[in-house]
């Protein structure tokens, strides 16, 4: 035989009933396995420790006792080899006797043990190799958010230096006029200044909405309701070289959306088709339904669910594929310098995130871009939105007895909103901080609206103040001044019933309509 092989017959001793055994049969293969020779005659406690003993022992008093059958693997520690063995009892039993079939495995189990080592060995040098990996993507990661930070700073200085130099040079001339006495030429530069003013918030608000900071009113809406308005401006302002057509969904699903800034994300969606179209071409504004699976929801970075959609596409040039990863950060442009600031696209990016939805780019060189907003679906009627006040800088008509509280810690914007409710025949009170606006309102004995900035010194936000007012007096209503910046203070952009928002900077129109819209 192959396999080493002996009898082994159980004694009585010292240490109880069939507690050692004898070798009474070995084959010559047995010293090749086991490396022992001469075993037979040979007891078990006289060549093993007694803790080896006892365990070899009771192993094959088990397979005499039972009848049944072992197989098992085992050292042998006086050799220092590995046995994978098989016992059975010779009958009759009364002869207590046990044969053992074995052979040496040692060297599968070194190579197991060896391998283990190496899989043990493996997993931390995949764990050395992986910490140097995110050690150097965090390195790209930061080097790439420099490179975005110095991009987006270098935009923003072209940007409101050419604001700034309009504004200031706008403001020396009407000092230089009003000095000479030719007032009557201060209107154009108060025209410019006023232009430029425009534009620089306009510009901040894009970058906000890139950021996802802009204050939002969502209100419920059928996007298939926008569209006829919307295509007669789309025409207007990309010109009569382009065709402009809308395809409307059936069925369309509403959706909770600020519709003035989901109009002004579709206008620049097609100015940027405009200007893809330079010899003309056609801009589609098509609206849809879209069921996101879960599959897909985990690709786009998307909640799994329904979705109404709007898709602007063109028949332009193109974007170059290794371009289309850049499109929505903040001041890329394929435009030259002066022709466009690169935040149109970054903005209808924010404005969809904000929107708790996302926007898709497709696009393929000499045969047009489309891109896709993916809107939320509304669980209920879309509905008109409150119609305001024209905002016509007018004195309202409801200004009899009214009293305002004016919380702002900004001195200059205080005094304008003060004047501004002076000139509507408003009684107003002011407040630097929000425990002075409080302490103030608690000696009131009326107030009809409350105009708060959003970010307040002294402990309390225009929120907290806002809601610590409606304590003291339920169904106060409120206006809020922010600047984007405080936009996490309002419920991230979110407001609700007798509350209005007004952002700076504002004209003054615009706060004397907020202020109607209000009281009215």
Request: proline content about 4%; some cysteine; charged content about 25%.
């Amino acid at each position: 035989m192959d396999d080493g092989f002996c009898v082994i017959e159980f004694l009585d001793g010292p240490e109880g009933p069939l507690s050692d055994y004898i070798h009474i049969f070995a084959n010559p293969a047995y010293e090749r396995h086991a490396g022992i020779s001469d075993v037979v005659g040979q007891r078990l406690r006289q060549m093993v420790s007694p803790t080896a003993a006892d365990d070899w022992a009771a192993r094959y008093r088990q397979v005499l006792e039972s009848g049944t059958p072992i197989r098992f693997e085992r050292e042998l520690e006086e050799t220092g080899r590995f046995l994978s063995l098989s016992s059975y009892r010779i009958e009759p039993a009364e002869q207590r006797r046990v044969a053992v079939m074995f052979q040496d495995v040692s060297g599968r189990r070194r190579a197991e043990m060896e391998l283990r080592e190496l899989n043990r060995t493996l997993e931390t040098r995949v764990a050395d190799e992986q910490a140097r990996f995110m050690e150097a993507e965090e390195i790209l990661r930061q080097s790439q958010k420099m490179e975005a930070v110095g991009q987006l700073t270098g935009g923003l200085a072209h940007d409101f230096n050419n604001l700034l130099a309009g504004i200031s040079g706008s403001l020396e001339m009407i000092g230089t006029r009003l000095a000479q006495g030719r007032a009557g030429e201060v209107d154009k530069y108060l025209s410019a200044a006023q232009g430029a003013t425009r534009r620089a918030a306009s510009l901040t608000h894009r970058l906000l909405a890139f950021a996802r900071r802009q204050t939002l009113d969502p209100r419920p809406l059928d996007m298939n309701e926008l569209l006829t308005d919307l295509v007669e401006l789309v025409q207007r302002t990309v010109g009569p070289g382009i065709e402009v057509e809308a395809v409307a969904a059936a069925g369309l699903w509403p959706t909770l959306v600020d519709t003035n800034q989901l109009e002004n994300a579709i206008l620049n969606l097609c100015i940027n088709a405009r200007d893809a179209m330079e010899g003309g071409g056609r801009i589609t504004i098509e609206t849809g339904n879209k069921w996101i699976d879960a599959a897909t929801a985990r690709q786009r970075d998307l909640e799994e669910g329904q979705y109404a959609t709007v898709c602007v596409s063109d028949t332009g040039t193109g974007i170059p594929r290794e371009l289309l990863d850049k499109v929505f950060d903040p001041f890329f442009t394929t435009k030259p310098i002066g022709e466009g600031t690169g935040l149109g696209l970054s903005m209808v990016y924010g404005f969809a995130r904000q929107s708790n939805g996302h926007v898709r780019i497709y696009s393929e060189e000499g045969r047009g871009t489309m891109v896709c907003l993916y809107l939320p679906r509304y669980r209920g009627d879309a509905q008109d939105e409150e119609a305001e006040v024209p905002a016509n800088g007018a004195a309202v008509s409801i200004a009899d007895g009214r009293h305002i509280l004016v919380i702002d810690d900004e001195a200059l914007v205080r005094m304008l909103v003060v004047d501004a409710l002076e000139d509507m025949g408003i009684a107003s009170a002011e407040a630097g901080t929000g425990p002075e606006g409080l302490a103030l309102l608690e000696r009131m004995e009326r107030i009809d609206l409350l105009i708060t900035d959003v970010g307040l010194p002294g402990g309390l936000n225009g929120r907290e103040v806002a809601d610590r007012a409606r304590e003291m007096r339920p169904g106060l209503k409120v206006l809020f001044i922010t600047g984007y910046a405080e936009n996490a203070a309002l419920n991230h952009g979110h407001i609700g019933p007798g509350t209005r928002v007004l952002t700076k900077p504002f004209s003054v129109a615009d706060l004397k309509s907020r202020i109607d819209s209000l009281l009215d």
